[in-house]
């Protein structure tokens, strides 16, 4: 049964960082992270797929820089300059990729999702 498994959530101060990782236990063309706060619609924030090219929503381009271990089936988040806005449940997603063309483009309807981790940013 395919599963993706994130680690790396945590609380951190205003400005601080922190480091996500999602393993899966198959090949993804497509990966990428979402992430949705109490009261709030999800928000479908990164996307890598399999030749390396990555999209990122404008709410987190420039302090969230996603990357992908083909070889591990491990995608990361490395999240900078944390804001209070950035407090969500955190969530990988995945799709072996051959029902679609854009990973970015398709990032509401892939179709695997972990558990997710909390992320809370304090002032």
């Known amino acids: 049964q395919e599963r993706l498994d994130e680690s790396g959530g945590g609380s951190v101060l205003v400005g601080g960082s922190l480091r996500l990782t999602c393993t899966a236990s198959f090949y993804g063309r497509c990966m990428g992270w979402f992430r949705q706060a109490p009261g709030k619609e999800r928000e479908f924030f990164a996307t890598v797929d399999d030749t390396g090219e990555i999209t990122y929503a404008k709410s987190v381009q420039g302090r969230f820089i996603a990357s992908k271990d083909k070889g591990k089936n491990t995608l990361y988040l490395q999240m900078n300059d944390l804001k209070t806005e950035d407090t969500a449940m955190y969530y990988c997603?995945?799709?072996?990729?051959?029902?679609?063309?854009?990973?970015?483009?398709?990032?509401?309807?892939?179709?695997?999702w972990g558990h997710g981790t909390q992320v809370t940013v304090s002032s």
């Open positions: 997603m995945a799709d072996v990729g051959n029902r679609f063309d854009g990973c970015w483009q398709s990032r509401t309807v892939f179709e695997y």
